[in-house]
């Protein structure tokens, strides 16, 4: 769930989107708290997936990686940019 929050919930569903998953039966969702840029978030989860293709790491390994390349790059350095991304769920 990369679109822009998805994870701001309101008085019907606590988690937003990412909630409403979970209620459905998913196991996990990756999403994000406010609004993103669409560059940012395609190549967070770019990275993120080429992560989680690495023997042994988790999704919050992953996800914590990709974070770690967002921000270690000039253009998306700012925290606006890759902070906005969280797991709900499972996370392992």
């Not at 999403?31 to 190549?43: C, H, K, N, R």
Request: charged share 15%.
């Amino acid at each position: 769930m990369s679109a822009c929050e998805t994870a701001s919930g309101d008085d019907r569903a606590a988690l937003g989107l990412a909630g409403i998953a979970l209620e459905g039966g998913s196991a996990q969702r990756t999403a994000s708290l406010w609004y993103i840029s669409d560059q940012a978030s395609e190549q967070l989860v770019t990275e993120f997936y080429t992560a989680l293709r690495q023997p042994g790491f988790s999704k919050a390994h992953a996800l914590q990686t990709a974070q770690r390349r967002l921000k270690a790059s000039l253009q998306y350095a700012h925290p606006a940019y890759w902070a906005p991304f969280l797991l709900i769920g499972n996370w392992l």
